[in-house]
């Protein structure tokens, strides 16, 4: 997937708790290696983008594929198609077509995007018969992620409580003693601070502009509603919500609608005009900040 993984727990007190821990982190290990696998899409054998390439044909799933696609699915619907898990022609056009360590290396090839289309309406999923409409390609991107993050929050064993932390996704499992302090960093510099968070359940998840760019205005970002990387006065995003897979929705919606979305959701925006406003506790702030 592109990045680091890791996963927090209570100091042991004994060499037992040293083995549970041990074996917890083995098994998100395996996790995020088997979604990875299966949903990565610069991977010619993962099933991902075996269904890709069988778009315009009915296909049989997997059932985690499955059960992805309906959550991806799902989100389009209740974002009214902010969250699009079929923009991958567009993140191509955009210039996404390799991994990105291998992109930021080359010179990326910027196409004419597709019309919008919101064809994530075309796809017809019945258990785990698929119908993937020709010239439809799908990329679940962020959401697998957050999705691994919670299939690996069910292997944590006798652990009081752990943090799996996916590279800025970070998703609690088990009971905390207190709230666990986790910090916002500043977009533009990742070793400033600006905000803190006290979390004893569910996930936070962030989604930002700036991080994976490859030249101006070019970055993973698509806004569904234009077909290009968004151009938005959120820089920055960070949502909460019971798991890590609504969260990373609940994040890019954010990005996209800008402030409005802070009477529905419990989020933190870093705007482009340096401003932070919050709305965790259901009431909104902006924050005083020095950076």
Not at 75 to 99: E, H, K, M, N, Q
Request: glycine share 8%; with cysteine.
């Amino acid at each position: 997937m592109g990045m680091d993984i890791a996963v927090l727990a209570p100091s042991a007190a004994d060499d037992q708790q040293d083995g549970d821990f041990l074996r917890a982190a083995g098994a998100v290990e395996r996790v995020f290696e088997e979604m990875d696998a299966r949903f990565s899409r610069f991977r010619q054998d993962s099933e991902l983008s075996i269904v890709n390439e069988r778009a315009g044909h009915r296909q049989t799933v997997s059932q985690r594929f499955a059960e992805l696609l309906e959550m991806s699915l799902s989100a389009a619907r209740s974002t009214g198609g902010l969250f699009d898990p079929t923009v991958l022609p567009a993140l191509i056009a955009a210039g996404y077509d390799r991994d990105y360590d291998e992109l930021i290396a080359t010179t990326p090839v910027v196409r004419t995007p597709p019309a919008p289309s919101a064809r994530w309406r075309e796809v017809a999923l019945e258990e785990r018969s698929l119908f993937l409409p020709k010239g439809v390609a799908l990329d679940f991107g962020g959401i697998a992620k957050g999705w691994a993050a919670d299939v690996a929050a069910d292997r944590i064993g006798s652990l009081t409580w752990t943090l799996i932390d996916a590279a800025g996704d970070l998703r609690i499992a088990g009971l905390t003693a207190e709230p666990v302090r986790i910090g916002i960093a500043d977009p533009a510099d990742p070793s400033i601070e600006i905000l803190q968070l006290g979390v004893d359940a569910g996930a936070l998840a962030t989604s930002s502009v700036v991080g994976r760019r490859w030249g101006v205005g070019s970055h993973q970002l698509i806004d569904p509603r234009t077909s290009l990387p968004a151009c938005t006065s959120v820089l920055q995003a960070t949502a909460w919500a019971p798991t890590c897979a609504e969260a990373e929705v609940l994040a890019k919606r954010a990005i996209l609608e800008g402030p409005p979305v802070l009477s529905m959701v419990s989020a933190a925006l870093v705007l482009s005009d340096g401003r932070v406003l919050t709305s965790f506790g259901g009431t909104q702030h902006e924050e005083s900040t020095s950076w």
